[in-house]
């Protein structure tokens, strides 16, 4: 047995075998894409209002699939494959050149016109915008662009920046818009914080704890004892690892003492949080974020 399936294994004791986990991994990738599709036809045929309209049914109905869908519902976990890869390769297929958007559960970033939302998602901070843009790479599969940014006034007054660049892989222009918050962080020299006492709009549960096991995992051994200029980096993966738990927390619904499963659904956060549920209770996650809490102050 590999270690991917012991891992998987740990789902057994909550419904689910690693086998549905896997199903519906595929299923959700295939999700994401169908909407990039849609959404790159959306922008080319905008001047035509019968396409238009049909193209923002089909990106609403895939976007209520997704967030409707269960690893237990194995019949429709396997239809919306199916039925996800044909239209993948139609796509595929097709004469015209075809640049896919980006793959994300929700109506964010560039991958949902933005006539279908009713504003775009709020980033709290520069850090947790350029994290989400991070985590969402293009359909190539590369992270990297240049990214230029200016800030424009959205219909009712209020403030967005939007993000632009093209993808150094493939050529495709990537964009991502986001509101702004009505006043600015006010954080210390050297603080890190995603975000205000507010739950995220960009992040589920599970996107936040994979990034803090990222930051976490990148600290060496007894960074204190480090050299300078690496005990300040391995400070800062610490520091970003501590801040995202705190982000999780935020996410636990008042009264309750857990994330709930429904409301992680992402590409990465929702593999995590099957494996190990247990992870997003609030004392564990507390204990956690304690644990790096404690490991900083002897950064001193």
Request: aromatic share 6%.
């Amino acid at each position: 047995m590999t270690d991917d399936d012991g891992i998987l294994n740990k789902v057994r004791p909550h419904g689910f075998t690693p086998e549905e986990v896997r199903d519906f991994e595929i299923a959700i990738d295939r999700i994401n894409r169908v909407i990039a599709v849609y959404s790159a036809q959306y922008h080319e045929r905008r001047d035509d209002p019968v396409a238009v309209t049909l193209l923002r049914a089909e990106i609403s109905r895939w976007v209520r699939m997704q967030e409707s869908l269960s690893p237990g519902d194995q019949e429709r976990v396997a239809a919306i494959r199916r039925e996800g890869e044909a239209i993948i390769r139609e796509a595929r297929g097709r004469s015209a050149p075809w640049h896919p958007g980006e793959s994300r559960r929700r109506p964010l970033g560039d991958d949902i016109p933005s006539e279908l939302a009713a504003r775009p998602p709020l980033a709290r901070s520069s850090l947790e915008a350029h994290l989400y843009m991070d985590l969402h790479p293009c359909a190539c599969g590369e992270t990297r662009f240049d990214r230029a940014s200016v800030v424009e006034e959205l219909p009712g007054g209020d403030l967005a920046r939007r993000y632009t660049g093209r993808c150094p892989s493939c050529g495709a222009e990537r964009e991502f818009v986001f509101s702004l918050p009505q006043e600015p962080q006010d954080l210390e020299t050297g603080e890190i914080r995603y975000g205000d006492a507010e739950p995220s709009e960009l992040l589920d549960a599970g996107e936040w704890l994979w990034v803090a096991d990222s930051y976490a995992r990148l600290v060496p051994p007894q960074p204190h004892r480090l050299p300078e200029p690496d005990r300040r980096r391995a400070r800062t993966l610490l520091a970003s690892a501590a801040a995202a738990i705190d982000e999780v927390l935020k996410l636990i619904p008042p009264g309750d003492d857990r994330v709930p499963q429904g409301a992680v659904r992402s590409r990465v956060g929702a593999p995590v949080y099957l494996r190990e549920p247990g992870r997003f209770r609030a004392p564990r996650l507390i204990a956690v974020r304690d644990a790096y809490q404690s490991a900083l102050r002897l950064f001193g």
